[in-house]
């Protein structure tokens, strides 16, 4: 990770990077509207190499969402656009036959990766489907995750010798940012059919690999970097994917996630928006007495105590050094006191 990188001269995010791959909730937009500099930014990184979003989301298909970021002032067309259907469609091709019929739990994002693949749709479990795709909707109601229950447990089902139908959920993001705050998201709503049915489904979205590797055969990318605002599915599924990620604090996770983050969810840069892309990063150095210097803020274990040496300007710069001295401590935060500035 970048954080641990020997580096002597500070350079940007995008050194080295010949794809990016953004995430839309809080990284693009929040509810319909664009977040301050993101378009400018992206569209300035578009330039000179490719540009992906990579989207959870399952409620709209690649042309709507492209039409979106298009409107939001973004240069993109549907190819640009990585969905966690799209992803879905390739675990679906490894469970069942070419035009089976699926029960869908969603919205028009996964009707429309089906129906170009040749599957037949329904959305009653008395049609014996032969599996059940669920993705995130605004508009799902009890009516149509008793309909995927039916359906998973006709032939299958907790008492069962059987597991019945194939099951795959196009992601599990617990929560999602919308313009009023934060809603309920598609694991919430996939933890109320698990409940019913007692399996849980094969997952296609963020943060399992296949939405990654899509967005690498599509874009053909050695060297690509993940953008997100999630620990749990965009930086942790870009390190399963092997790819380099930056965590941007515009949507969900804030400072006290990132001093928390397990290795598994730790990112290699961390932003306050997307004109960072474009500006040297700072290097992370160790300093006499064993301190952490992030720019001139400096941060110290003694202990299982977090001492702020110095502030610097207060910025960034400080979260990024307290980061780096409590992960390369290997001590879990829970253990750690830790100064209440750091969560500012």
Known sequence: MAFFRTRTEPSTPL???????????????????????????????????????????????????????????????????????????????????????????????IVTEL?????????????????????FAPDIAWTHLAEAAFALNANGGPDAATPGIPWIATNMDWTIPVARGIAPGNGTLVSAVHTAVGRFPLVAGKPETPIFEEARRRFDAATPLVVGDRLDTDILGANRAGMASAVVLTGIDRAKQLLAADAASRPDFILGDLRELHLPYPVSERVRGGAVRVG?????????????????????????????????????????????????
């Open 15 to 109: 050194a080295g990077v010949d794809a990016v791959f953004a995430d839309l909730d809080g990284v693009v937009y929040a509810g319909p509207h664009a977040i301050p500099h993101a378009v400018e930014s992206l569209n300035l990184v578009k330039v000179d190499r490719s540009v992906g979003y990579i989207t959870n989301n399952a409620s709209r298909s690649d042309a709507s969402v492209a039409r979106h970021l298009a409107d939001l002032g973004l240069d993109v067309s549907p190819h640009d656009v990585i969905t966690s259907p799209q992803a879905a469609m390739t675990l679906l091709d490894e469970q069942v036959a070419p035009g089976s019929l699926v029960l869908v739990v969603g919205g028009e994002g």
């Open 115 to 135: 129906e170009k693949r040749g599957y037949r749709v329904t959305r009653s479990a008395d049609d014996a489907p032969d599996a059940v795709v669920q993705g």
């Open 296 to 344: 001139d803020a400096r941060v110290q274990l003694e202990g299982n105590r977090v001492r702020i040496v110095d502030e610097g300007a207060g910025g960034l710069d400080l979260l990024r050094a307290a980061c780096t001295a409590i992960w390369e401590s290997g001590m879990a935060i829970h253990v750690l006191d830790v100064p209440e500035r750091l969560y500012a």
